[in-house]
């Protein structure tokens, strides 16, 4: 068997040319072009192999799957096994890495989002397809380079994420005003990134090699990706060519980070042990191999990444579920079911980062307003890849267009990221945690100040070392990151092999006296142990943390090397926070045999200090834990050295604002009276609002004998007592309940005349809060239009989320921008700076409305036309301009509503919001009950957004809302199947005057009910349903014993809610006793409505006939049809048809609405019927009489189509032929078949005349 590898192992020798220092902080364009060329060269030839080795061995070109997966047959690897290359498969995941807090209304004022001149085209997407460049979320931005065959919807979906304009609101891009994207599909993925390297700052590639098990989804069938005969894919971890290359890339294009998708594996596990599977034998070739054996490994576990996501200079990402309201503790971190573990081979930490990767709303290419809702680690990669280019765009505002190099942005997202998993420190399932953006951006904000960016170059044998102050924002930490050179890759031992990739190992150490700080590492040989200090020698990424920091204390970072560095220098970045602080002046008596401090109690810090005198104590090693804007009680117990009884004075410092004093108002937080001997000062130290929850301060105490408190000080010397220095951190206060964000009304977001708010209500306190009073004024520039109060009854648990609708809705009128305010006022709520939160909300104006025609046919139709329709938008049609439901939709309809003025109103997208029963009380009976599982059938026309409906709970609890697909349904057992769409959890507060848990029966009409937000998106048009499923005791009602069929409920041309999922034994149509759960549904169909316009129809005007002899004509019109007797006469379509019997005739004709209308009947009887215009053309029949066969003969003068028929007594053709064009002599024998005796007309019509002949058939 012939093999070959893809790429060729030497031709990037180059890359270890001279210059390594210009090589690291300059990009080499000349040289990545030239090697650009060269490996296209390769991928040529590659490619041409391909084909033939796809023949031979049944190698499909592509696979593809669900949620737009899609496989290419890129190579063959080193041992003839094929590779292919798969895709991995938005307000919420900006939400989660808090992304959107950078865009413009966000809370860090930064106003960024991607649409600076700097960043234009800097952003790239290699993907499976062509972006869908004309839908509505791209249009005009995507650059495709390339020409790839098909549209995809994983590349629409992963560009969507990384820039779609927010259009649809919840699918909005996190670099939304990106003007210039730049796309390729990746079969030739590394020779257009050599090209593009110069010019690019930040590319996605959510895509991967197979590896493990995969389900071939077109085969139906487990097929297992490893070599002949392993048990375990070499491929996982495995650091390859591509690795290496796009390591190669990343050293010579410094400035550019390329973002990957660690995959999605971990719940790839193959069939069950003794059923079939297939793999590849000896020769390549995928075969059925039997049953599974046990032996073959899983996928969902450690060193599940494969082939070039193990690259060292790249960003890889892992996925979790979202966090709509932000990051508060690591617990709210939870990595998604699929997301890929580490570690590499080598053991290095991947993935290096994770962002939301589960049910992200983007653009699809099915058509241009076409959403979907997708998982997987190619939906978290974007996320990361398009927030990191706004931290290049916000560098570029304040260095003058200058960008950050790679190894610095990727530095910057690894220091930053919040703490996730079970133990602090990396690991190697969520990497360094969480992408924090806003954290991200401070880092930039503060350079300089409290937080450093340092790119500097290491020589070999040299150090750096920097001298900081601890700030106490925050623990001191360091971050050390540079792009090391290509690692080599294995050929031999290629399973788990455990050779280090690190080329060059720099090391980051901190100090303070004899005390050093290690890096964190991980041990691969045990990869679930927690992360550990030592010395990193694997990773090109090291990470210190002082968590014991003092704040004013001196320390030394470092960064040096070991060995000698192969390029002779390495560039690096240094990113350190918590630093350029003060240190704090001495405070000491002269003398210790006076007073002393006995003991300190703190809050709930206590500390007994030893017997003996001392004139200070440093106790910074200990610290007293604080809630802010709280009264923390203090005892100071006091005595004497010496035994003796003089006065004494205690007083108690803190420094709030970490400037290294304690001079600032507020800061002494307590002065005891004289103390006569000995004694005890106790009190409460006022911690004040506005701290930074996490940070360090100093609380100094100072006992000095005197009676004079004045001579009481934090500085300097005394002459006898005692100074006392303790850490302090400022904690989560115990009752802290604030506004986390206003999601609806959102800009954007249509008209509306019952306009709900919707708040989120975040506890971020350490204790549960229930009876959470919330205000919301609704204001039109200086006018207030709308004031709204209500409660949240229902309990939040530490550190918990909750939604709350406002139940008095307010009008909101397009073309308006409102400001609108929301605030809690929870009783001894100890931390009001985040109780308010205030949107500004644009509602868009309306469009004008669309030009249409109308024309009314008879008495009870009306055609409606719209002039140039749009097939993304839906039309509506109005007999009054404010009519609240239409006539009729689409753009080509009617109606049987014919208006006293002809008059007609049509606008688009505008078919009205609410579908569904209003109240309960529509229907007569109905109860409560815990159901789970069931479900309410509906079908969309166009894709919507549940956006809320009225709910009546008989017990307080949570609900969770599924859209699904549903299959399998057993019409008598209820039992199904469902592929989920999208879900929303709520908690439901009871709306039952007196609630009870259980079923119930009875429809109260004192239960109001309440409306409840779910903005659940139904972005797939077809049928569906909502699964309900109550939890922690709630009961939902539902309607029932309804005694006619109740279906649909409808919203003409776009939503209808069809039945459900009630069943019996026997009745197919036992679920229209019943309605379930959902009042007053109202939806979101993306496009705001227009107004209306007028459109004066016009009436159509039915054909007249007029009689001249034999010849029947009728009035203009668009085109004819004629009738005898009521059946239509074949090939009678001209405006005069000459009768040739007696009887009824009429005419019909259809216009261009389609409107069809019939003349006036006439009774005509038939004059005799001479020979017509015979003798002019010479038209002869012989013989005559004939037994139907005769001669024919005539002479035309002139050119026209001509046709021949045989008419008889009752005008129905009995022969009919067709000359096209015809001119000259006619002579043809004509046999009419077996036709009736009797008399027949010849009927010739030609040039717009006719002309008939009587003969005689005797058969």
Known sequence: ???????????????LLQLPVYSQVTTRTALLKNASVQQAAIEKKTAEELIRLSAEKGWPITLTGSNGKFALLTGVDLWGYPIYTATDNNIRSAATIRTNLLWPGGSTGLNLNGS????????GIWDGGRIRNTHLELTGRITQKDNPSSLSDHSTHVAGTLIASGINPVAKGMA??????????????????????????????SYGSIAGWNYNESQSRWEFWGQAGANEDYKFGYYSNEAQMWDSIAYNAPFYLIVKSVGNNRDQNGPAVGTNYWRFDASGTMVNAGNRPAGISNNDSYDIISTYGTAKNILTVGAVNPIETGYNRPQDVVLAGFS??????????KPDVVTNGVNLVSSIATADNAYANYSGTSMSSPSAAGSVLLLQEYYARLHFGNFLRSASLKGIIIHTADE?????????????????????????????NRQKIFENVLNNGGTFTLPVIASGEGELKATLCWTDPKGAVETVNILNNTTSKLIHDLDLRIKKGATTYMPWILNPATPALPASKGDNTRDNVEKVEVPDVIPGAAYTIEVTHKGTLARGSQAYSLIVSGVGGAAYCTSSATSNGGARIDSVAFGTFNKVNPAGCTTYNDFTSQTASVEVNTSTPFYFKVSSCDASVTDKIVKAYIDFNNDGDFDDAGELVGTSPVINGNGFFSGNAAIPAGLTVGNYSLLRIVVQETNNPANVNPCGNYANGETEDFRIQFSNPSKDVGIADIISPLSGDCADGSQYVSVTLQNYGKLPQTNIPVTVTVMDGATTIATMSDNYVSTINEYGIATLTLQTPFTSVAGKTYTITAFTSL??????ANNQKVSTVVIPAASSGPAGEAEICGTNQVFLKVTAPVATDIYSWYDTPTAPVPIATGSNTSSSVITGNQTYYVSKNDPGTTVGPLTKTVFTDGGYNAFSGNFVKFTNDVPVVIKTVRLYIGNPGKINFIVADISNFNETTGSYSYLPLASTTIDVYATDPTPAPGAQSGNDPADLGAVYLLNLPVTAVGNHAIIVQCQDGATIFRNNNIPTNPYPFAIPGVFSITGNSAVTSGDPNYYQKFYYFFYEMKLGIGSCPSSRASVVATTATAPTITVNGNDLTSSVAPNYQWYFNGSPINGANAQTYSATQSGIYKVSSSDGFGCQLSSNEINFTLTAVAELNAGEIGLKALPNPNQGSFVMEFEMKKKSNMVISLLNVTGQEVYRKFYPDFIGRFTEQVNTGKVASGVYMIKIEHGGKTYLKKILINN
Do not use: C
Request: glycine share 10%; net charge negative.
């Open 1 to 15: 068997m012939q093999r070959f590898s893809i790429f060729l192992l030497t031709i990037f020798a180059l890359f």
């Open 116 to 123: 600076d001149n700097s960043v234009k085209g800097k952003l």
């Open 176 to 205: 939304y005003g990106m003007q210039e994207l730049i796309a390729y599909d990746y079969s030739n993925h590394l020779s257009e990134m050599l090209t593009e390297a110069p010019n690019l700052l930040v590319s996605n590639h």
């Open 340 to 349: 890929s573990w580490g570690p590499t081979d080598d053991g290095r930490i």
């Open 420 to 448: 996730s998993g079970g133990s602090p420190g990396p690991d190697y399932q969520y990497g360094w945690g969480l992408v924090n953006m806003e954290n991200a951006a401070s880092v930039i904000t503060s350079n300089n």
């Open 827 to 832: 009783a001894g709520d100890q931390n009001n």
